[in-house]
């Protein structure tokens, strides 16, 4: 049976209106009807795996109507959007007991799940741009959501920065509309392809990558991200960290630089640069942290710099012509790495947002010596830690393995070298936060914490299973060739977006 | 706040009622003028502020509690998102013009014509209206000398 | 020629947020911006001797249900109108919540300086 793709849309961004009705004393029915809604959600995006499928909606045919397009880069979106989105939801029902207002905290939160799912499913840029806003917005107020002195400085300055990126995607867009005349993906590929790019379109270019790495904190643009992520509730911590910066930024940034615009060999070197830049500057910032969470914060700067550098790797080796198989191993490398590290790091986060229920503070130094007071939360913890360094059987292993093979076929050697040391980086950080938090010394004020069981324990220990079992998604063919390849191949054929989307 | 004198009071009562008549005239003609839903629920808003710029804030708040102000405004958005479901219900595509294209197709430059887009202004001009006087009513409640302090 | 004027907009908007050091003028600053990517979007749709494009009675004929052939080589562009009519509403909501998160700063730290606001360091 297939499911309509407006509902992927739909169902968040009702369910979304009809929560503030619910007010203070509907608090429980109201939270049983959000959790309802992601976890539908995901049953759609496993049932929705495989298919590719364009929709017209209100059965205006493109180039008049507007469309949602579903491929295979976008079916691994929606999945990794899914999941994180219906652990964090689980998690928040009992870790946002401790702050009011909790029907509107569901509220905005599915609103940045529609807006996400929006993004993942646009086929049309200015709808793109619409759905990155709603998505953007609901996050700047979900990270003040506290209203203390902290929350509300890193909301503003996420917001300033934010909100400038997204002005200067619509200035690009603009540029687009005004130099081809259309506005979807599929109409404006092809007018490319035709015509060549001239000096409006190179400038829409820079201001898209500009624009996007702002929302994927890139480096030069990172400013904003060691300030929000520490400062949000640990649920939205994960999604942030997990998939709204993987979203709004590399897919995006993807999808308009490989399907639209085409790749050449100065795109390509411009993201393998950032990528270098990224990971090194977030690993060495991280090594000096003692707020955990900040900590982390800097590390998914470091990992999001793994992702750009594999799909610069791929682009630079389809624009210089050279083997196929080993573009499509780097981009391959890429996208596994985005799917990894959505799960670790919104895991390591729940854990962290676990320790902070229990202890409250944040600090390395004034924690201490948690192993037994706090099991679960220190087996989760060392699961998801083992994945982001890299140990054999977990899944972060494979995409970095996959990586530097890649960059060594490709006779780089010099940036297998770089991810090698950045992991040697990585697993030093991690090390700190297991040492000062796990094990050591009990401090005395600690010694009567004990576990937050329910919901909280669900949503970890299921990450955690995924994390280990996330490996399967290379080893075993089958699961390959569904989820994966589909996904490179996308991006690997880059101008055949608009042949495919116009010919169904 | 307190309210102003007599004179701008009792202007304002009047005044209100013609300003709130011209945003609905906006929002119902938006298939065939210019406007639409967004400005004429900017008209009502502004209604609402000029209310409690005369009468002063405790007045419009018995006027039009909060908690009302905050159901409308959900219950607009649910009946714009509900128009498009329907869409897909009765005709199979999402967001569909069903009434245009089955059930009342209407004769073009009429009041009823064009399906259901007066419907779906007349959403948002309910949802924009109630939003908009909700900022603009909380935000009012700033006072230069409420500075808690580091 | 219009254009570049456009563009001087959106750079004095830019100077403005990146420089000013007062949380409102910074505000400010953002919102010079979105009116200078509004209206050069809302230029790109213009034709010199152009009508609005709205069809009224004198376009249309009721009897053939026809549209005069006249309307489609003089009438702008309606599609950047409707675009800029969704980015201004986008940039009310994003500037109703830059104000409050201002509001509340200001009831927090005394001052709208953003030097002075600084806890999160590192």
């Not at chain 1, 202890?359 to 007071?373: C, N, V």
């Not at chain 1, 040391?421 to 000062?436: E, N, P």
């Not at chain 1, 010694?447 to 970890?460: H, T, Y």
């Not at chain 1, 994390?467 to 399967?472: D, E, H, K, R, T």
Request: proline fraction near 3%.
């Amino acid at each position: 049976m297939s499911i309509p793709l407006p509902l992927f849309i739909a169902v968040p961004l009702v369910i979304a209106f009809l929560l503030p009705l619910f007010g203070k004393k509907g608090k429980a029915a109201a939270t049983v009807l959000a959790n309802l809604a992601t976890i539908s959600l995901l049953v759609f995006a496993v049932v929705s795996i495989g298919r590719t499928e364009v929709y017209e909606v209100g059965k205006w045919s493109i180039p008049l109507g507007i469309n949602l397009v579903l491929d295979g880069l976008s079916s691994l979106m929606l999945l990794a959007i899914s999941v994180v989105s219906a652990a964090a939801m689980l998690f928040s029902a009992r870790y946002m007991e401790q702050y009011t207002a909790k029907a509107k905290y569901l509220s905005l939160f599915l609103l940045m799940v529609a807006g996400m799912n929006g993004v993942a499913l646009s086929g049309d840029i200015f709808n793109l741009f619409v759905f990155l806003e709603i998505a953007s917005l609901a996050s700047y107020a979900l990270v003040g959501f506290g209203c203390e002195h902290e929350e509300l400085e890193a909301s503003f300055k996420y917001m300033v920065l934010g909100t400038i990126a997204s002005i200067f995607i619509l200035f690009a867009i603009a540029l687009v509309y005004g130099n081809t005349g259309t506005l979807n993906m599929a109409y404006i590929s092809k007018a490319i392809q035709n015509s060549g790019l001239n000096a409006g379109l190179k400038f829409a270019l820079a201001l898209f990558i500009v624009g996007f790495g702002l929302k994927a904190a890139l480096v030069p643009f990172h400013a904003w991200l060691p300030d929000a992520h520490p400062s949000a509730p640990a649920p939205i911590s994960a999604m942030l960290s997990g998939i709204l910066i993987k979203t709004l930024g590399v897919y995006a940034l993807a999808r308009v630089v490989f399907n639209i615009f085409g790749v050449s060999v100065t795109i390509g070197w411009l993201l393998i640069v950032l990528g270098l830049l990224s990971m090194v500057a977030g690993a060495f910032l991280a090594i000096g942290q003692w707020d955990l969470k900040r900590l982390m914060a800097y590390s998914s700067i470091s990992q999001v710099g793994y992702v750009i550098l594999g799909v610069g790797l791929g682009a630079t080796l389809i624009a210089e012509g050279a083997d196929l198989a080993w573009a499509s191993l780097a981009i391959l490398a890429g996208l596994f790495h985005l799917v990894n590290h959505a799960v670790y790091k919104s895991l390591l986060f729940l854990t962290s947002g676990s320790v902070e229920m229990a202890t409250g503070t944040r600090q390395l130094k004034d924690l201490g010596g948690l192993a037994e007071r706090l099991p679960f939360t220190r087996t989760t913890c060392t699961v998801a830690s083992a994945s982001i360094v890299g140990i054999p059987p977990f899944s972060g292993f494979w995409s970095k393995l996959i990586l530097v093979i890649a960059a060594v076929q490709a006779q780089f050697y010099w940036i297998a070298a770089v991810i090698v040391f950045v992991s040697l980086c990585t697993l030093i950080m991690y090390l700190k936060v297991q040492r000062y938090v796990f094990l050591g010394e009990l401090p005395e004020n600690l010694r009567q914490v004990k576990e937050n069981k329910g919901s909280m324990l669900v949503a970890m220990v299921f990450l955690a299973c995924l994390c280990v079992l996330m490996g399967l998604l290379v080893l075993v063919p089958g699961l390959k060739q569904a989820i994966l390849d589909p996904a490179v191949q996308v991006l690997t054929d880059g101008l055949k977006y608009s042949a495919d989307v116009m010919g169904m | 706040m307190k309210g102003m004198t007599i004179i701008v009071k009792t202007v304002s009562s009047w005044v209100k009622v013609l300003i709130v008549l011209f945003g609905i005239y906006i929002i119902l003609f938006g298939h065939l003028t210019p406007g639409g839903g967004f400005a004429g629920g900017v008209i009502l808003a502004s209604s609402y502020v000029l209310l409690m710029l005369a009468f002063g804030r405790e007045f419009v708040q018995k006027d039009l509690p909060l908690a009302l102000d905050s159901k409308l405004d959900c219950l607009g958005a649910f009946f714009f998102a509900l128009i498009a479901i329907l869409g897909l219900v009765f005709s199979g595509v999402f967001f569909v013009n069903f009434l245009y294209q089955k059930y009342l197709p209407g004769q073009p430059l009429k009041l009823i014509s064009a399906g259901t887009i007066p419907l779906s202004n007349i959403a948002i001009g309910l949802k924009v209206g109630a939003s908009l006087f909700l900022v603009i009513f909380l935000l009012s409640t700033f006072r230069r000398d409420t500075s808690a302090g580091r | 020629m219009p254009y570049a004027l456009c563009f001087l907009l959106f750079m004095l908007g830019l100077y403005c947020a990146v420089v000013k050091k007062n949380m409102v003028k910074i505000v400010i600053g953002i919102m010079v911006m979105e009116y200078a990517v509004n209206l050069f979007l809302v230029m790109l749709g213009y034709r010199s001797g152009g009508t609005a494009p709205i069809i009224d009675k004198t376009q249309f004929d009721p009897a053939t249900q026809q549209i005069a052939a006249g309307f489609l080589n003089t009438s702008v562009d309606p599609l950047p109108q409707a675009l800029v009519l969704t980015a201004i509403v986008i940039s009310l909501g994003s500037l109703a919540l830059m104000i409050s998160i201002c509001v509340r700063t200001y009831e927090k730290y005394g001052t709208f300086d953003i030097t002075q606001i600084r806890r999160l360091k590192g």
